[in-house]
């Protein structure tokens, strides 16, 4: 199984195969619109054009952690591209943990756990590296900027 294998909803309610980023990396995302992690909207923007036709970076708008997304989907977009001229695909609002979390999510938590080995995402902007293969390569914590990620980005366009 991998990344290639998994569909989801975009922001506008078309039906996406993941397998269409076959071949790229992918930045995933779980996103909202009024965290203090928001801001980094701004570097995930950059990382898509500083790395443009080898990197995608798909957001994922999350409503679970401290209810910090509660816009519907048309609110979700104009606020991100009014806000951050976002430019990446934007995917329909889902959750992360739980019995209901995208099984994306239920995949991308399991096979590269956070700290101690746990598979729950703790918060808003965690963020996961899949090489062109569609396997996941890294994650990353909320706080982790995205600028701070670029020499994975890097090693794994040239990998």
């Given at each position: 199984?991998?990344?290639?294998?998994?569909?989801?909803?975009d922001?506008d309610?078309?039906n996406?195969d993941?397998?269409e980023f076959a071949?790229?990396l992918?930045?995933?995302?779980n996103?909202a619109s009024?965290?203090?992690?928001?801001?980094?909207?701004?570097?995930?923007?950059?990382?898509?054009?500083t790395?443009?036709g080898?990197?995608?970076?798909?957001g994922f708008?999350?409503?679970?952690f401290g209810?910090?997304?509660?816009g519907?989907e048309?609110?979700i977009?104009?606020?991100c591209q009014?806000?951050?001229k976002?430019?990446?695909?934007l995917l329909?609002?889902v959750?992360?943990?739980?019995a209901?979390?995208?099984?994306?999510?239920?995949?991308?938590?399991?096979?590269?756990?956070?700290?101690?080995?746990?598979?729950?995402?703790?918060?808003n902007?965690?963020?996961?590296?899949?090489?062109?293969?569609?396997?996941?390569?890294?994650?990353y914590?909320?706080?982790i900027?995205?600028e701070?990620?670029?020499?994975?980005?890097r090693?794994?366009i040239?990998?």
């Amino acid at each position: 199984m991998n990344l290639h294998d998994f569909h989801a909803v975009d922001i506008d309610g078309k039906n996406r195969d993941l397998s269409e980023f076959a071949g790229k990396l992918v930045l995933i995302v779980n996103t909202a619109s009024a965290c203090g992690y928001t801001p980094q909207y701004e570097g995930l923007q950059k990382l898509q054009e500083t790395f443009a036709g080898d990197l995608v970076v798909l957001g994922f708008p999350c409503n679970q952690f401290g209810g910090q997304e509660p816009g519907s989907e048309d609110e979700i977009k104009a606020f991100c591209q009014i806000n951050y001229k976002i430019g990446f695909p934007l995917l329909a609002k889902v959750e992360v943990n739980g019995a209901n979390a995208h099984p994306l999510f239920k995949y991308l938590t399991h096979e590269v756990p956070g700290i101690l080995g746990t598979e729950a995402i703790k918060w808003n902007f965690t963020k996961f590296l899949i090489g062109r293969n569609g396997q996941p390569i890294a994650r990353y914590a909320p706080g982790i900027r995205p600028e701070a990620i670029e020499d994975d980005i890097r090693k794994a366009i040239k990998a």
